[in-house]
C-alpha cells in the first residue's frame, strides 16, 4: 500500500456540494458519448499509465472537456 496515496487521493476528487439534476447529469453524459473530438495529453509514458482501452476513453472525455 503506498501511503501517499491518503494525501494524493482527496486533494483530486472533487467535493462539490452543489447537487446536479438527472437531466444535467444525462445531458453531460450525452455530450461525452457524442463528442467526435479526441485528446491525448503528451505525458510521458502515458500508455504505460493507462491501459489502451482506458486511454481510449480518457481521450473522449478530455476532448469533451477541451472543447465545451
Known sequence: MNILLNHIIPI???KDKVEHSKSELYKLLSGIET???VFIPSWTNINYW???EM???LSKYWGY???A
Open 50 to 52: 493507462y491501459p489502451k
Open 65 to 67: 472537456l477541451k472543447n
Open 35 to 37: 463528442n467526435k473530438k
Open 55 to 57: 486511454l481510449e476513453e
Open 12 to 14: 483530486k476528487i472533487y
